[in-house]
């Protein structure tokens, strides 16, 4: 598959702007843990790679195990999510799937029980620039690093 786009020389004013987003999220106060997590998962949901390919990486790279990794597309199945990590999954795919999905006050109640209202905010937003990222990669075709390694190999 070849790239469309390179979304970063075609529009760099408005990607720096993304950057500048994504760089406050990572640095918001969330676990670093918990924004790996939930990138992945938003990530699968919306058939990303790339992304799927980086945020694990980074996870692993940050002490994350393969098994827990593996498991995030099943998070609820398995027993290895804590409470807060479960309502961080759950959220994230309302979140990711608003189109025809209410996120009804059981949700967010859910999301609050292990969130205050500024994490959630923050959470949120981590949400939200994944899901722009994906927007971007997915569309224009990403160099996805694996290719680059097996073209290389």
């Known amino acids: 598959m070849q790239p469309r786009l390179n ?8 990607i720096n702007s993304v950057r500048a987003l994504n760089t406050a999220v990572n640095e918001c106060g969330l676990e670093k843990e918990l924004l790996h997590l939930v990138k992945l998962r938003a990530s699968q949901i919306n058939g990303c790679s790339y992304c799927v390919d980086m945020h694990s990486r980074e996870a692993r790279e940050d002490g994350e195990s393969e098994q827990r990794l593996l498991l995030v597309a099943a998070w609820q199945e398995s027993p290895l999510f804590t409470e807060r990590e479960r309502a961080a999954l759950s959220w994230t795919e309302k979140l990711t799937r608003l189109a025809g999905n ?3 006050d059981e949700d ?9 209202d500024d994490e959630l905010v ?5 949400i939200g620039i994944i899901n722009v990222w994906n ?3 997915v569309p224009f075709r990403s160099i996805h690093p694996v290719k680059e390694l097996a073209q290389t190999g």
Do not use: G
Request: some cysteine.
């Open 108 to 116: 967010f109640d859910q999301a609050r029980a292990y969130f205050s």
């Open 7 to 14: 979304f970063y020389q075609a529009s760099p004013e408005i």
């Open 135 to 137: 927007r971007l990669c």
């Open 122 to 126: 923050k959470l949120s937003v981590a």
């Open 102 to 104: 209410m996120v009804e």
